[in-house]
């Protein structure tokens, strides 16, 4: 059984940091994983993926500021945000891409004061 567990979100002041985890389990044959997130009133939107290659791909409006990574041993994955700022505010989802497969957590909550 497949299950993604999420961690790290949390309140944060804008300019500040903070380090989302995705810890997978149950899980093989991952082609590709990333970050989605979802505002109020919003579509969900990607942020960032990382190939199981490790080549990255990252929304423009996130672009130098966030970093997607992977510990490949662990099939956990990271997002390291800096610089937030409050339209980054949302719910964020990790989702894993297998071969037969596409699989979600749970979301954590990322709020951004000003």
């Known amino acids: 059984q497949v299950q993604l567990v999420e961690s790290g979100g949390g309140l944060v002041q804008a300019g500040g940091s903070l380090r989302l985890s995705c810890a997978a389990s149950?899980?093989?044959?991952?082609?590709?994983m990333g970050w989605y997130r979802q505002a109020p009133g919003k579509q969900r939107e990607l942020v960032a993926t990382i190939t199981s290659g490790g080549s990255t791909n990252y929304a423009d409006s996130v672009k130098g500021r966030f970093t997607i990574s992977r510990d490949g041993a662990k099939n956990t994955m990271y997002l390291q945000m800096n610089s937030l700022k409050p339209e980054d505010t949302g719910v964020y989802y990790c989702?894993?891409?297998?071969?037969?497969?596409?699989?979600w957590g749970q979301g954590t909550q990322v709020t951004v004061s000003s």
């Open positions: 989702n894993f891409l297998t071969a037969t497969s596409q699989n």
């Open positions: 149950g899980i093989f044959r991952i082609i590709r």
